[in-house]
């Protein structure tokens, strides 16, 4: 099946700091890829939507300034937390759609990265 | 966007057969219907997506009446380790939506 990674896997920072998240897909191409926040007990929230080529596209609420997004291939795109708070510190999932999504109208989901900020 | 409607919780018992409807009253004609399964601190598995009637894979079912205003996930003979939350999404990405919003899910708990 089509596999998502995430790296790091969990990060632990210093406030004011930027933190990298990468997202790839290892077996198949996107040209569509997803960023989710989750916190303690709750629901997957969509962040931004990263399309291969151009500007992500944020939800209401998202800072484009403070969460920038990157999708320079068709098999990764990454997410910087830039100047991180502790308010920031969450479960960050991105998901992908392929290429060729067919008859798959399907999302695969990435392991996630747990971000501590101190 | 079609919103969805789930339980917010549900318990169960290992070896038991489990079915969580969900609603999607405003469902689009191009729209799916698909299941996740999410395990605390992982990214969310799919379980399986159907458009219409019935859809079958090794680990679930899913039931789609006539006229698509739910649906429902059927698991077979769970056990604990089919302790998670489980999302139905509804959406179509390929299309003219190209997002899908996560509800709050069903927490299903299995007990020994």
Request: net charge positive.
């Given at each position: 099946?089509?596999?998502?990674?995430?790296?790091?896997?969990?990060?632990?920072?210093?406030?004011?700091?930027?933190?990298?998240?990468?997202?790839?897909?290892?077996?198949?191409?996107?040209?569509?890829?997803?960023?989710?926040?989750?916190?303690?007990?709750?629901?997957?929230?969509?962040?931004?939507?990263?399309?291969?080529?151009?500007?992500?596209?944020?939800?209401?609420?998202?800072?484009?300034?403070?969460?920038?997004?990157?999708?320079?291939?068709?098999?990764?795109?990454?997410?910087?937390?830039?100047?991180?708070?502790?308010?920031?510190?969450?479960?960050?999932?991105?998901?992908?759609?392929?290429?060729?999504?067919?008859?798959?109208?399907?999302?695969?989901?990435?392991?996630?990265?747990?971000?501590?900020?101190? | 966007?079609?919103?969805?409607?789930?339980?917010?919780?549900?318990?169960?018992?290992e070896g038991q057969e489990v079915n969580i409807t969900c609603s999607h009253n405003n469902i689009a004609t191009n729209d799916y219907i698909t299941w996740y399964q999410q395990f605390p601190s992982q990214g969310p598995r799919f379980i399986i997506q159907g458009y219409k009637t019935k859809v079958t894979n090794e680990?679930?079912?899913?039931?789609?009446?006539?006229?698509?205003?739910?649906?429902?996930?059927?698991?077979?003979?769970?056990?604990?380790?089919?302790?998670?939350?489980?999302?139905?999404?509804?959406?179509?990405?390929?299309?003219?939506?190209?997002?899908?919003?996560?509800?709050?899910?069903?927490?299903?708990?299995?007990?020994?």
């Amino acid at each position: 099946g089509a596999v998502v990674s995430q790296h790091p896997s969990r990060v632990i920072c210093k406030s004011g700091t930027s933190v990298k998240i990468e997202c790839r897909s290892l077996d198949f191409q996107a040209t569509t890829m997803f960023w989710y926040r989750q916190f303690p007990k709750k629901s997957l929230m969509l962040m931004a939507t990263s399309n291969e080529g151009s500007k992500a596209t944020y939800e209401q609420g998202v800072e484009k300034d403070k969460f920038l997004i990157n999708h320079a291939s068709l098999t990764l795109s990454t997410l910087t937390v830039t100047s991180a708070h502790p308010e920031d510190s969450s479960f960050y999932i991105c998901s992908a759609l392929p290429f060729l999504a067919g008859g798959g109208n399907e999302q695969f989901f990435g392991p996630g990265t747990r971000l501590t900020v101190l | 966007l079609a919103k969805t409607t789930q339980p917010i919780s549900m318990d169960s018992y290992e070896g038991q057969e489990v079915n969580i409807t969900c609603s999607h009253n405003n469902i689009a004609t191009n729209d799916y219907i698909t299941w996740y399964q999410q395990f605390p601190s992982q990214g969310p598995r799919f379980i399986i997506q159907g458009y219409k009637t019935k859809v079958t894979n090794e680990v679930a079912s899913l039931f789609i009446p006539a006229d698509r205003k739910s649906s429902t996930l059927s698991l077979p003979r769970v056990s604990l380790s089919d302790t998670a939350v489980y999302y139905c999404l509804v959406g179509d990405l390929v299309g003219r939506d190209d997002k899908i919003i996560f509800g709050k899910g069903t927490r299903l708990h299995i007990l020994p």
